[in-house]
């Protein structure tokens, strides 16, 4: 059997991981695609509805706090580690569902997720030759220049220590006004109205760092779209599976498994 293919949800707390990968598994299977969904959130306040396999089972990060007396941050840091020692143990779970997709939800924290070792081993562990990263611009960030490129920066981050394909994404696109809309998308498409953006205002330090960030990114090669989603909307899901399928398979498509029959 082909490996599968694995999409890491990714990006700050709040930009709506947890709901577009919930969002994204439904049109998954409803589209006859056969994903297994898992929680690498210990400390998700998510029910555990739609989960296949959920880290909570084995790291949790109430339990953590009680049982060592840690607060919120030093259990997180704690739990990110210990995420790595069961990643076996996910990793088997994840063989014996046999599936042809497989959609992980990272912890809530990125910071934790880019740059704590244990999560580059946890990402080794579970990515075969398919996998990709779609990390989620939120809205609230992405709509001003200055965010737009310190979101580009954080993309950026998460390919470089990770090494792996990136699909980067705008979510929660439905709380955006088309004139926002289009803006952010314009910024996504033409570096050359991005770079406009950044420096229409007066020359403050910030704006100055803002277009150096955005030179630094040039420099590193071509953006890449943010493909607008939504997961109350149910908006990009289709697109999101084939930027997926691209990076996977060169553009080529997977039989969906249990397809619904058309005759
Ligand atoms: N309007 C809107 N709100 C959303 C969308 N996706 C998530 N949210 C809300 O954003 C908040 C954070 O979402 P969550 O999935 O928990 O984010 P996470 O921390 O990245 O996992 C919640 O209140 C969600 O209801 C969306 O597509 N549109
Ligand atoms: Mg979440």
């Known amino acids: 059997m082909e ?3 694995t999409v890491y949800f990714t990006g700050t707390a709040g930009a709506g991981k947890t709901t577009l990968v919930r969002a994204f598994a439904d049109w998954m299977k409803s589209a006859g695609y056969d ?18 396999i959920d880290i909570r089972e084995w790291v949790r990060l109430s339990d953590l706090q009680e049982e060592y007396n840690l607060g919120p ?9 210990m995420i790595a020692l ?6 088997q779970a994840i063989q014996e569902l046999k599936s042809d997709y497989v959609l992980v939800d990272t912890p809530g924290q990125i910071e934790l997720f880019a740059f704590r070792e244990a999560s580059k081993a946890i990402v080794d ?4 030759d398919r996998s990709v990263i779609a990390f989620l611009f ?3 960030l992405a709509r001003t220049p200055g965010g737009f490129v310190s979101l580009l920066m954080l993309s950026s981050t998460l390919e470089f220590r990770f090494r792996l394909p990136m699909v980067n994404l705008l979510a929660k696109s439905d709380v955006l006004t088309p004139e926002q809309l289009a803006e952010v998308t314009s910024w996504s498409d033409e570096p050359g109205a991005l770079y406009e953006a950044v420096t229409r205002d007066a020359p403050t330090p910030d704006v100055q760092l803002s277009t150096e960030l955005f030179r630094a990114i040039e420099t590193m090669g071509p953006l890449g779209g943010v493909l607008p989603t939504s997961a109350k909307e149910n908006l990009g899901l289709e697109a999101l599976y084939q930027a997926c399928q691209r990076v996977f398979a060169g553009g080529e498509d997977l039989e969906p498994s249990h397809a619904p029959s058309t005759d």
Do not use: H, W, Y
């Open 138 to 140: 939120d809205p609230a």
């Open 125 to 128: 562990a579970l990515s075969g």
């Open 35 to 52: 994903a297994t969904v898992i929680n690498l959130d210990p400390g998700s306040e998510a029910d555990g509805t739609g989960f296949d």
């Open 86 to 91: 069961k990643i076996f143990e996910v990793r």
């Open 73 to 81: 941050n030093g259990a997180q840091v704690a739990a990110a580690d």
């Open 3 to 5: 490996e599968p293919g």
